[in-house]
């Protein structure tokens, strides 16, 4: 069972664009965090997000945790070739060790 | 700054050996975890350790094992290499503190035929 689904899994768009990467679950998470990865490397941090209903903006990308910290959206604006990549959703348990249950992930290609 | 270093970067087993992939971090991060990836399934944890001498279980283990000498290591044996094990591993470390960011080796690609 997947604790965490993103949609959509593939996306391609052309540069300039606008889009939307949704990462949703029926958990709750303490917090929840977006990793970017390139192919051949390990996934890289983006931001973490904590606080329910937070919005954290980082450049172009603007994320956002949902009011009961079971879902988060990634929102890239005016995207370039530079932002292709894989994005990962990655949420921590309220308990426990720092294990994190990844996303299914989304596949961003931006077309120049 | 290494950070975390992951050995070898490619490998190739037939069905039945074992191996030994290695994993060390340069941070004196307590937590150490390993997680296999493989398309449409996102990243799924298959052990780690919260540090030296501590190893615990996560959604995927049987096949694996591991162990947690020192602070700096976290290698992952596989026993007896099977087709499913097919997969692309990646060894993570951070600090204890639940939430906090993971740092990510380059992986290890392992295909078993």
């Known amino acids: 069972t997947q604790l965490l689904e993103q949609s959509p899994q593939f996306l391609s768009i052309q540069e300039g664009e606008n889009l939307t990467v949704y990462c949703n679950s029926s958990s709750v998470f303490s917090s929840l965090q977006w990793y970017r990865q390139e192919p051949g490397e390990g996934p890289v941090l983006l931001v973490t997000v904590v606080t329910g209903g937070e919005v954290k903006k980082l450049k172009r990308l603007t994320f956002q945790f949902g009011d009961a910290r079971k879902d988060s959206s990634l929102h890239i604006t005016a995207a370039q070739p530079g932002d292709t990549g894989l994005y990962l959703c990655a949420g921590a348990r309220q308990t426990g060790a720092n294990n994190l249950f990844f996303g299914t992930g989304t596949r961003l290609t931006v077309i120049p | 700054n290494a950070g975390v270093t992951q050995t070898p970067k490619f490998q190739v087993l037939k069905t039945g050996q074992s191996m030994t992939l290695q994993c060390a971090q340069d941070m004196n991060h307590e937590y150490m975890s390993w997680y296999r990836q493989d398309p449409g399934m996102g990243l799924r944890l298959i052990h780690y350790s919260v540090g030296a001498g501590i190893t615990d279980q996560g959604e995927v ?50 295909t078993v035929t």
Do not use: K, W
């Open chain 2, 61 to 110: 283990p049987n096949g694996y094992n591991v162990s947690r000498s020192t602070t700096e290591d976290f290698p992952l044996r596989l026993l007896s290499a099977a087709p499913s094990q097919t997969s692309v591993y990646f060894c993570a470390s951070s600090p204890i503190t639940r939430g906090s960011p993971l740092h990510f080796g380059n992986g290890t690609r392992l």
